[in-house]
T-cell receptor, first 111, second 111 residues
Framework: DGGITQSPKYLFRKEGQNVTLSCEQNLNHDAMYWYRQDPGQGLRLIYYSQIVNDFQKGDIAEGYSVSREKKESFPLTVTSAQKNPTAFYLC??????????FGPGTRLLVL | GQQVMQIPQYQHVQEGEDFTTYCNSSTTLSNIQWYKQRPGGHPVFLIQLVKSGEVKKQKRLTFQFGEAKKNSSLHITATQTTDVGTYFCARSNFGNEKLTFGTGTRLTIIP
């Protein structure tokens, strides 16, 4: 059963805490992406990776970090430097500049 | 930046009425993609348009790409409650796989 998975579905962060969101795909896609979506808003690109061991900042990378050690995995860490982290986080993957396939998302809430 | 403007931001229609959302760019687009996001869900790819003046249909949905490749539209004929959601256009950027999403049009249906 191919696809892209994200975990957890909901995540709570305390002040000053780093949290990591998981994104895994078994579609054999080279490119992976992280987006942030605020209520009633569009998608803003945080980071993207076109190939293993390489990634680039998107439009709102400050306060976030990523790694791409394996083709299948692209975890996102929301650091304590991100002062307003409450949002819906979406991971996606693609072959080249074609269709992007999205995971179900993780909702991050700050306690 | 290479933004895409999408209008309207919101649209409320009576069930059975038609709906159209427009996507506009100040620069020529290599291609345009359309996605649908149901409430609480994740974006799902609908279609990609590449050729100038291209028109594609999916049942009640009609997608158009402008002759100058600077604008695109999505038209839904005789809306149904299953059409509820936010429709996003997205442009690709020359040289990499990154997409820039429009702001989206949220469609609500009055039964």
């Amino acid at each position: 059963d191919g696809g892209i998975t994200q975990s957890p579905k909901y995540l709570f962060r305390k002040e000053g805490q780093n949290v990591t969101l998981s994104c895994e795909q078994n579609l054999n896609h080279d490119a992976m992406y992280w987006y942030r979506q605020d209520p009633g808003q569009g998608l803003r690109l945080i980071y993207y990776s076109q190939i293993v061991n390489d990634f680039q900042k998107g439009d709102i990378a400050e306060g976030y970090s990523v790694s791409r050690e394996k083709k299948e995995s692209f975890p996102l860490t929301v650091t304590s430097a991100q002062k307003n982290p409450t949002a819906f986080y979406l991971c996606a993957s693609s072959i080249g500049s074609g269709t992007q396939y999205f995971g179900p998302g993780t909702r991050l809430l700050v306690l | 930046g290479q933004q895409v403007m999408q209008i309207p931001q919101y649209q409320h229609v009576q069930e059975g009425e038609d709906f159209t959302t427009y996507c506009n760019s100040s620069t020529t687009l290599s291609n345009i993609q359309w996605y649908k996001q149901r409430p609480g869900g994740h974006p799902v790819f609908l279609i990609q348009l590449v050729k100038s003046g291209e028109v594609k249909k999916q049942k009640r949905l009609t997608f158009q790409f402008g002759e100058a490749k600077k604008n695109s539209s999505l038209h839904i004929t005789a809306t149904q409650t299953t059409d509820v959601g936010t429709y996003f256009c997205a442009r690709s950027n020359f040289g990499n796989e990154k997409l820039t999403f429009g702001t989206g049009t949220r469609l609500t249906i009055i039964p």
